[in-house]
């Protein structure tokens, strides 16, 4: 099991929907892109586990560019890169 799913399993957040939510928004880092997809390190969501792959809104960023992620609709399980800062 991935740290993004254990993080997801362990969550007290109970929305409406029923599924688990988070805010909107990240930084992050591109450690690795692989067939137009990203892997990213998320500090503040994950600590030092990866995310990914994740598709990206656009070309895929470059590995170090500083990118901005989104989780569509506040679902961990939904995330998406969504520009290079």
Known sequence: MS???DMMRSSNRTPQGGSNQVPALWRGTVTLVQDGRAWVLIPRLLGNAEAGPLPC???APSVGASVIIGAIEGRLDDLIVLAAT
Do not use: D, E, K, R
């Open 3 to 5: 740290a993004l799913q």
């Open 57 to 59: 809104v656009g070309p």
